[in-house]
């Protein structure tokens, strides 16, 4: 292969992935005379048509899609294996993309980065915030924090929080309207928030476990929101019950705006993993953030 072929390839990476000659060029720092000339010479030594043009958009062509799917691979084993050769340096740096949830962000990944960046002034955090289950290998994301059930048993994983438990609450005014559900089942009897789930689509069910017996209940009422901070504000504004984090809830608990109920069904369960693929070779700086992340009991 020709030494220039390797620039031309990442041109038409890069006018991929941006969707504009106009937004590749300014990435990549050339006129976007010189990035649409790199392509066309791409396509005239390949001989087919990898971007469709029109004056106002572009998309990319059958070829296009299939050579865009083969190289991104490629490339990014390039660029990890570059990235990693910065153990040859004094300090860690780079870039480290997370995908994860708000309230795993807030709980674990927010405090772990509040210690660890201002020693390593080079290294760089993305935070992707997704309710749903991303695939980190496709998005190409270094790693994802999600809860242990719901990592898959090809990546490693590591734990970067104790247990968890669910907490029902609802406000002093609800319980001053409504009496207190004494067992999962007296939910039927109250109005709820309920969470649509991102990915499926589908409303959570609040499960419960007491003395071996396991329940799940699908709760009705007023409201159904797909954000948890909308269902705590549900909950202390009156409107209905919430099921959330024990540790989103717990400091209305202490302070009187929230009533807890249902305690002794609300069992603890594994908490937050920190999972990515095990072929990758990581960066000093992903290895450092693993240390700051991981749970010490």
């Keep these: 292969m020709r030494k220039g072929d390797f620039s031309e390839l990442a041109a038409f990476i890069a006018v991929a992935e941006a969707g504009s000659f106009t937004r590749a060029a300014a990435k990549l720092g050339l006129s976007q005379s010189a990035l649409s000339y790199s392509v066309r010479m791409l396509e005239e030594r390949l001989k087919v048509r990898l971007i469709s043009r029109t004056t106002r958009s572009l998309s990319l062509t059958d070829a296009g899609e299939r050579l865009l799917h083969s190289l991104r691979p490629a490339f990014d084993h390039i660029d990890h294996e570059l990235a990693a050769l910065t153990a040859l340096h004094d300090k860690p740096a780079g870039t480290i993309r997370i995908t994860t949830f708000r309230h795993a962000a807030k709980a674990v990944l927010w405090p772990a980065l509040s210690r660890l960046l201002p020693d390593y002034p080079d290294i760089t955090v993305e935070i992707n915030l997704d309710e749903g289950l991303t695939d980190i290998v496709a998005g190409r994301f270094d790693a994802g924090i999600r809860l242990g059930e719901q990592v898959e048993k090809d990546m490693v994983a590591v734990r970067v929080s104790p ?11 609800y319980f001053s309207r409504y009496k207190a559900p004494e067992t999962p089942r007296d939910l039927s ?51 209905a019950l919430a099921c959330m984090f024990e540790s989103q809830v717990a400091h209305h ?7 807890r109920v249902l305690e002794d069904w609300c069992p603890p369960f594994p908490g937050y993993y920190l999972y990515y693929p095990s072929r990758r070779q990581h960066t000093p700086a992903f290895a450092l953030l693993v240390e700051a992340l991981r749970y010490k009991a």
Aim: negative net charge; aromatic residues 6%.
């Design 163 to 173: 247990d968890l438990r669910m907490a029902v609450v609802g406000s002093p005014a």
């Design 189 to 239: 009897d109250h109005r709820c928030a309920s969470y649509r789930q991102k990915t499926g689509g589908g409303l959570f069910a609040w499960e419960f476990e007491r003395d071996g017996v396991e329940l799940e209940v699908r709760v009705n009422g007023p409201l159904i929101l797909n954000d948890g901070e909308m269902l705590e504000a549900a909950a202390v504004d009156g409107l």
């Design 253 to 259: 608990i202490a302070e009187g705006r929230l009533v």
